[in-house]
């Protein structure tokens, strides 16, 4: 039996948590092939400074049954405008069982045009520039439109990465990679979502860390829909 092959796509900057997150899970997934594919084989630098080394380059990728794009401020809007990553998220997700974001990952798939009329989540920083790459923002962790899931910020990348399991290898398969990595949130804070976060928080963030990413996105996004 064809073994499952599960496809990470990498870029410089990428959030490293969008990516090791349901890689760690998805990685557990029985009969199952993980790749991580960038553009060359050289090590790629995320948002944190760890070094990531890919397994292929597009060139040299297999046929993928899941192809997941992480998210990351600055990564992102370099991605979204290489004619190289784009064509490549294209071509596999015309074929894939799967087509899969994680956080403004979300933000790829809409420029390689594979959200339009669909609904979608993504970062809740971001969720309001998803009608520019033709998505309706849904406001949930976990969002599905047929073949294509969206997960919304960051660690919901693991609850993605779980509920596919699900869905392929039974809930059981799924239960038991859950126990194995011991993934029971307990955070020391209620300030994980907007709705339950303090207003100095959310207003600290939008006005300091998001503001120029914001500004970015829709930059990029605006210059990617231009014929």
């Known amino acids: 039996m064809p073994r499952f092959n599960v496809g990470f796509v990498i870029f410089p900057d990428l ?44 060139a040299t990728c297999p046929p993928l049954d899941l192809i997941c794009v992480p998210g990351g401020s600055q990564g992102v809007v370099d991605a979204m405008a290489d004619p190289d990553t784009i064509a490549f998220v294209r071509k596999q997700a015309a074929g894939a069982k799967y087509v899969t974001s994680v956080c403004t990952g979300a933000f790829i798939l809409g420029v390689a045009g594979l959200l339009k009329g669909r609904r979608a989540t993504t970062h809740w920083a971001f969720a309001d520039l998803l009608p520019l790459v033709g998505a309706t923002h849904e406001k949930a962790r976990i969002v599905r439109d047929g073949n294509v899931i969206t997960a919304g910020g960051v660690t ?46 959310m207003s600290g963030l939008l006005n300091g860390r998001y503001d120029k990413a914001r500004s970015a996105y829709r930059s990029g996004l605006e210059k990617a829909a231009r014929p």
């Open 15 to 58: 959030t490293q948590l969008d990516f090791t997150g349901p890689l760690q899970v998805l990685a557990r997934l029985p009969d199952s092939a993980t790749h991580i594919v960038a553009k060359t084989q050289a090590p790629v630098p995320s948002d944190c400074g760890l070094g990531l080394v890919p397994t292929h380059t597009f």
């Open 156 to 201: 919901s990348g693991i609850d993605f990465g779980l509920s596919v399991v699900a869905e392929i290898a039974g809930e059981t398969a799924a239960r038991t990679i859950q126990l194995g990595i011991e993934y029971d949130p307990a955070p020391p804070f209620d300030s994980g979502h907007p709705d339950r976060a303090p207003n100095a928080i």
